[in-house]
């Protein structure tokens, strides 16, 4: 039986804006970390704080098969790592690390937590003179110095600059290795480093889970798909690529037995080195070329229709090449 199972309903009101409501249910492992990916407005952080006890809710929250539904925040022995950090700007950092230590029988010291976070000669400074980086750090030391049962992170990263994010991301699948987490966010990059399984949010409702490979390799729906960097191919508007597959490709993975409308693909599974004769083979041409860190996406468009690629040697804009769409790598959605 998982460590956590939640199974919630949860509305909010903001101001001047319509209800919404969150319907959905996760479960967490020991020692398992659970990424909850979705875009802004899905309902993902509402979820969590929910589970955290922030908000009233219908259903029920249990952990080691204890129900704490109708338990306080700070009965829940849950730490929170929020995306604005909320740290006291008045307390040094070994002060705001101590903070919840006081009203718990066992906890970390804050002195071991900030050296093996890389921040132990921030001991004596205060928040306001802390990078974001750095904040986020403390804020995930003071979490866990309570010896919480579950860790949930609230977008911990957002805020951050780009190299600070990465270096943070890599620390954090260390640090959640021996740690029952819920994470929160929209960053699929992310996700895909840091999770031992996914829930993928949509409108309030988890609308998949799985492993990364699954939830990114095999989407269920074109909105996953989209969502996590997948092309949507409509078959309907891909004749060529459609006559290439021969009725190759069915839809398998639901049963069904019949030709697929929509096939999602993963713009690192395009290749170009086809020569028109195999089965997912077809011509198209190069609409754009955009230089992205180490590699470049490549924009192709044939019949009508347009996907994305890599390539680190692009071909020119405006030149038709083969471009090859292997069989093991479409999966109807």
Known sequence: MSYLAADVVSTFTAEGAEPFTVNAGVEVGA??????????????????????????????????????????PEDRDFGFVFQDYALFPHMTVRENVEYGARYRDSSREADELLAELGVSHLAERNPPTLSGGEKQRVALARALAVRPDVLLLDEPLAALDVPTRQLLRDDLVDVLADVTSIYVTHNRTTARAIADRIAVMQDGSVVQRGTPEEVFERPESPTVASFTGSNVVDLTSAPSLRSRLNGTLTNAETDSGSEPERVAIRPEAVRFDGDASG???????????????????????????????????????????????????????
């Open 31 to 72: 020692a398992e970390n659970l990424v909850i990916l979705g875009p802004s407005g899905s309902g993902k952080t509402l979820l969590l704080e929910s589970i955290a006890g922030f908000h009233e809710h219908d259903g029920t929250v249990t952990v080691d098969e204890t129900d704490i539904t109708d338990h306080a």
């Open 279 to 333: 089965d997912g083979d077809v011509r198209a041409r190069v609409e754009r070329v955009v230089r992205e860190d180490a590699t470049n996406r490549i924009t192709l468009a044939f019949d009508d229709v347009t996907v994305e690629a890599f390539a680190d040697r692009p071909p020119e804009v405006g030149s038709e090449i083969v471009v090859s769409f292997p069989r093991d790598r479409l999966h109807p959605c």
